[in-house]
C-alpha cells in the first residue's frame, strides 16, 4: 500500500478511537511521520568519521614523561581552548585519533598541519614530506589508530591550531567545508537532526555562554561541537536542527545560543527546543539537578516530581526567551520530553503550570526494549542466551513491539489532551544486557546476530507502521553509525565504510523515508 495512504487511513482509525476517549482533547494537530536522525557523539573512537580534520574529535591532551608511567607526566599548561602553552623537560603531550579497530578508516596521505613553532610527529605510518607547520604521513589504517604527540612547543609562540586531514583534503577545502563528503551523502534528506550527543548534553557543566564550546577549541570531545557548526550543518543537510540546552544553562546563555542560531542557521529551516536531555532518568545529572531546583522552589516534595515539575517550569521559561529573540514562534517547535515508559510523567510535565499548552510537542523514546538483566523474575541472561536468533526475534515481535505500541499509544493520548504532536527523541531497538547481563558473552553474540539478521528489516518496517498508525511525528533514530558492543547496537551502521545494503535496519529505515516522500540515500 501507499505509504501516504496507509498514514492516511491510520489517521482516520485513530481519530475514531480518540473521539471516544474520555479525555478532553484539545484542537490537535495533523501529524506528519518523518524520519530524523541522532548522531554520534564527538569522540575518537566515533566510527562515522564525521569530520575531515579528525583531530576535531581528539581525546584531551595526555602528559607523558620519558621513563615514568602512562599518563604520568606533570601537569599541563593549557589555554583557554586546550592549547598546551609549555612542556616540561623530558616530557611530551600526546592524543589519540582514529581508535577504530579493523582498518574502517581512510589508508593513504595524510596531511597534517599547524601554527605556531613546535615539534610534531605521528605515532605510525612513514613521514613523505615535512616542513615548517605541515607534513604528509603515509597511514595505513589496518591496526587501529593512531596517536599525535606533541614533543616540542615554544612558549613564545605555541603549536596551536593543529589540524589532521584525510588523504585527499587541502586545508582550503576544509576550511569552506568541514564536513567528511560521505557523512553528509549519508543523511541527506532526514527531516530534522538531533544534535544531544553531538553537544555533549547528559551531564554538562555549561553554565555561562563563555562556557559554550567555540571554533578554536583544541578538541570538540570536551564541550561538544559549537553551534556554527550545527548551525552549518543543518543547512547544507537541508534539514531541520534539534537543540538540546545545558541544564544548568543560565538565561543569558539560552539568549545568546538563541541569537546565534538566529544568525547562522537557514531561515526556512525549523528549530526543535529541549531542554536538556531525559531530565526524568536518575542516571544522568541533569535529572539531580533538576530535583534539586524543583525542591528548592518548592514544586514538590519528592525528587521524582521535583524533577518533572521543574522540566515544564524551566522549559516554558526557555520557550519564551527563544521566542523574544526570534520574534515569535513560527520557526519553533517547543519540545516536552518525557519518559515513554510512563505515560504517567508526561501527564505530570504537560499539566503543570499549564506547561503542555504553552509547547508544540510531546517527545519520548519508544524503544524496541529488551533490556535482559543477570538475574531477576522475567527473562535472564542466562535463559534469553540460549536461545536462537529466530527464537529471541520472535520474542521481540511478540512482546517487545507490542509493548512499545502501547507506549506510543498511552502517550499520544496525553499529547491529545494538550493539543501537542507525538515526536520520538530517540527510537530504534534496545536490545541490550544490563545488571551485570552486559558482560555475558554469549548474551552478547545473540543480539549481535540479531541486530544483523535479515528479519530485523522486517521488524523494523512494522515498528515504523505503528509509529504512523498511532499517529507519531517525526521520529529521530539513535543513532547514525557506531560499533555495536555489550553496551548496545545503536546505529544503524556501525562503520562509515559498511556497505549499507548489508545493514537490515539501514535498509528499513531508508525504505521507510522513502515512502514518506524524503529525498533519503537508498542503499
Same mark, same amino acid.
Given at each position: 500500500?501507499?505509504?501516504?495512504?496507509?498514514?492516511?487511513?491510520?489517521?482516520?482509525?485513530?481519530?475514531?478511537?480518540?473521539?471516544?476517549?474520555?479525555?478532553?482533547?484539545?484542537?490537535?494537530?495533523?501529524?506528519?511521520?518523518?524520519?530524523?536522525?541522532?548522531?554520534?557523539?564527538?569522540?575518537?573512537?566515533?566510527?562515522?568519521?564525521?569530520?575531515?580534520?579528525?583531530?576535531?574529535?581528539?581525546?584531551?591532551?595526555?602528559?607523558?614523561?620519558?621513563?615514568?608511567?602512562?599518563?604520568?607526566?606533570?601537569?599541563?599548561?593549557?589555554?583557554? !581552548?586546550?592549547?598546551?602553552?609549555?612542556?616540561?623537560?623530558?616530557?611530551?603531550?600526546?592524543?589519540?585519533?582514529?581508535?577504530?579497530?579493523?582498518?574502517?578508516?581512510?589508508?593513504?596521505?595524510?596531511?597534517?598541519?599547524?601554527?605556531?613553532?613546535?615539534?610534531?610527529?605521528?605515532?605510525?605510518?612513514?613521514?613523505?614530506?615535512?616542513?615548517?607547520?605541515?607534513?604528509?604521513?603515509?597511514?595505513?589504517?589496518?591496526?587501529?589508530?593512531?596517536?599525535?604527540?606533541?614533543?616540542?612547543?615554544?612558549?613564545?609562540?605555541?603549536?596551536?591550531?593543529?589540524?589532521?586531514?584525510?588523504?585527499?583534503?587541502?586545508?582550503?577545502?576544509?576550511?569552506?567545508?568541514?564536513?567528511?563528503?560521505?557523512?553528509?551523502?549519508?543523511?541527506?534528506?532526514?527531516?530534522?537532526?538531533?544534535?544531544?550527543?553531538?553537544?555533549?548534553?547528559?551531564?554538562?557543566?555549561?553554565?555561562?555562554?563563555?562556557?559554550?564550546?567555540?571554533?578554536?577549541?583544541?578538541?570538540?570531545?570536551?564541550?561538544?561541537?559549537?553551534?556554527?557548526?550545527?548551525?552549518?550543518?543543518?543547512?547544507?543537510?537541508?534539514?531541520?536542527?534539534?537543540?538540546?540546552?545545558?541544564?544548568?544553562?543560565?538565561?543569558?546563555?539560552?539568549?545568546?545560543?538563541?541569537?546565534?542560531?538566529?544568525?547562522?542557521?537557514?531561515?526556512?529551516?525549523?528549530?526543535?527546543?529541549?531542554?536538556?536531555?531525559?531530565?526524568?532518568?536518575?542516571?544522568?545529572?541533569?535529572?539531580?539537578?533538576?530535583?534539586?531546583?524543583?525542591?528548592?522552589?518548592?514544586?514538590?516534595?519528592t525528587a521524582w516530581e521535583a524533577a518533572w515539575r521543574y522540566t515544564?517550569?524551566?522549559?516554558?521559561?526557555?520557550?519564551?526567551?527563544?521566542?523574544?529573540?526570534?520574534?515569535?514562534?513560527?520557526?519553533?517547535?517547543?519540545?516536552?520530553?518525557?519518559?515513554?515508559?510512563?505515560?504517567?510523567v508526561a501527564q505530570q510535565i504537560a499539566g503543570w503550570k499549564d506547561?503542555?499548552?504553552?509547547?508544540?510537542?510531546?517527545?519520548?523514546?519508544?524503544?524496541?526494549?529488551?533490556?535482559?538483566?543477570?538475574?531477576?523474575?522475567?527473562?535472564?541472561?542466562?535463559?534469553?542466551?540460549?536461545?536462537?536468533?529466530?527464537?529471541?526475534?520472535?520474542?521481540?515481535?511478540?512482546?517487545?513491539?507490542?509493548?512499545?505500541?502501547?507506549?506510543?499509544?498511552?502517550?499520544?493520548?496525553?499529547?491529545?489532551?494538550?493539543g501537542l504532536k507525538l515526536i520520538a527523541y530517540e527510537a530504534g531497538?534496545?536490545?541490550?544486557?544490563?545488571?551485570?547481563?552486559?558482560?555475558?558473552?554469549?548474551?552478547?553474540?545473540?543480539?549481535?546476530?540479531?541486530?544483523?539478521?535479515?528479519?530485523?528489516?522486517?521488524?523494523?518496517?512494522?515498528?515504523?507502521?505503528?509509529?504512523?498508525?498511532?499517529?507519531?511525528?517525526?521520529?529521530?533514530?539513535?543513532?547514525?553509525?557506531?560499533?555495536?558492543?555489550?553496551?548496545?547496537?545503536?546505529?544503524?551502521?556501525?562503520?562509515?565504510?559498511?556497505?549499507?545494503? !548489508?545493514?537490515?535496519?539501514?535498509?528499513?529505515?531508508?525504505?521507510?523515508?522513502?515512502?514518506?516522500?524524503?529525498?533519503?540515500?537508498?542503499?
Amino acid at each position: 500500500m501507499n505509504g501516504r495512504l496507509l498514514h492516511l487511513l491510520s489517521w482516520l482509525v485513530l481519530g475514531s478511537f480518540l473521539a471516544g476517549s474520555h479525555l478532553a482533547v484539545a484542537a490537535e494537530p495533523r501529524p506528519q511521520p518523518a524520519l530524523g536522525i541522532n548522531l554520534a557523539g564527538p569522540a575518537d573512537w566515533n566510527t562515522e568519521l564525521p569530520f575531515v580534520d579528525v583531530f576535531r574529535l581528539s581525546r584531551t591532551w595526555i602528559s607523558q614523561k620519558n621513563g615514568a608511567g602512562w599518563g604520568q607526566g606533570p601537569k599541563l599548561e593549557l589555554d583557554s !581552548k586546550g592549547w598546551v602553552q609549555r612542556l616540561e623537560p623530558d616530557c611530551f603531550a600526546e592524543t589519540p585519533l582514529c581508535t577504530i579497530e579493523g582498518g574502517h578508516y581512510p589508508s593513504g596521505e595524510w596531511t597534517v598541519l599547524w601554527d605556531g613553532d613546535g615539534q610534531v610527529e605521528l605515532s605510525k605510518g612513514k613521514v613523505t614530506l615535512s616542513g615548517p607547520g605541515r607534513m604528509v604521513v603515509n597511514l595505513d589504517s589496518q591496526g587501529g589508530g593512531f596517536f599525535l604527540r606533541l614533543r616540542r612547543t615554544n612558549p613564545a609562540d605555541p603549536v596551536r591550531h593543529i589540524r589532521v586531514l584525510m588523504p585527499g583534503f587541502t586545508a582550503e577545502a576544509v576550511s569552506r567545508n568541514p564536513w567528511n563528503p560521505t557523512f553528509l551523502a549519508r543523511w541527506r534528506g532526514v527531516t530534522c537532526v538531533r544534535f544531544m550527543d553531538f553537544q555533549e548534553t547528559n551531564n554538562s557543566k555549561q553554565r555561562r555562554w563563555s562556557d559554550r564550546p567555540h571554533l578554536e577549541d583544541a578538541t570538540f570531545t570536551r564541550q561538544g561541537v559549537p553551534v556554527e557548526l550545527l548551525c552549518d550543518l543543518a543547512n547544507r543537510l537541508q534539514a531541520d536542527a534539534w537543540f538540546c540546552l545545558p541544564h544548568e544553562a543560565d538565561d543569558e546563555y539560552v539568549r545568546e545560543f538563541a541569537k546565534l542560531v538566529k544568525a547562522k542557521l537557514n531561515p526556512e529551516r525549523k528549530v526543535y527546543l529541549e531542554y536538556s536531555n531525559e531530565v526524568w532518568n536518575a542516571q544522568f545529572e541533569q535529572n539531580r539537578y533538576a530535583a534539586q531546583q524543583g525542591q528548592k522552589l518548592g514544586l514538590a516534595q519528592t525528587a521524582w516530581e521535583a524533577a518533572w515539575r521543574y522540566t515544564a517550569q524551566r522549559s516554558t521559561e526557555i520557550f519564551r526567551l527563544w521566542e523574544e529573540v526570534l520574534g515569535g514562534r513560527e520557526r519553533l517547535i517547543r519540545v516536552l520530553p518525557s519518559q515513554a515508559g510512563n505515560s504517567y510523567v508526561a501527564q505530570q510535565i504537560a499539566g503543570w503550570k499549564d506547561a503542555g499548552r504553552n509547547a508544540d510537542a510531546l517527545a519520548i523514546a519508544p524503544y524496541l526494549s529488551m533490556n535482559i538483566p543477570k538475574e531477576g523474575k522475567g527473562l535472564t541472561a542466562a535463559e534469553v542466551a540460549s536461545w536462537s536468533v529466530d527464537r529471541f526475534l520472535d520474542y521481540a515481535e511478540t512482546n517487545a513491539l507490542p509493548e512499545c505500541i502501547r507506549w506510543m499509544t498511552e502517550n499520544r493520548q496525553v499529547a491529545t489532551k494538550y493539543g501537542l504532536k507525538l515526536i520520538a527523541y530517540e527510537a530504534g531497538q534496545h536490545f541490550v544486557g544490563v545488571a551485570g547481563a552486559e558482560n555475558d558473552e554469549a548474551l552478547t553474540r545473540l543480539l549481535l546476530a540479531a541486530n544483523a539478521h535479515p528479519r530485523m528489516a522486517e521488524l523494523y518496517r512494522k515498528y515504523y507502521a505503528a509509529w504512523e498508525a498511532n499517529g507519531g511525528d517525526v521520529l529521530c533514530h539513535f543513532s547514525s553509525v557506531s560499533q555495536w558492543s555489550k553496551w548496545g547496537s545503536w546505529g544503524l551502521l556501525q562503520f562509515a565504510d559498511d556497505d549499507p545494503r !548489508k545493514s537490515p535496519k539501514f535498509v528499513a529505515t531508508m525504505e521507510w523515508g522513502k515512502q514518506l516522500g524524503q529525498p533519503v540515500n537508498s542503499p
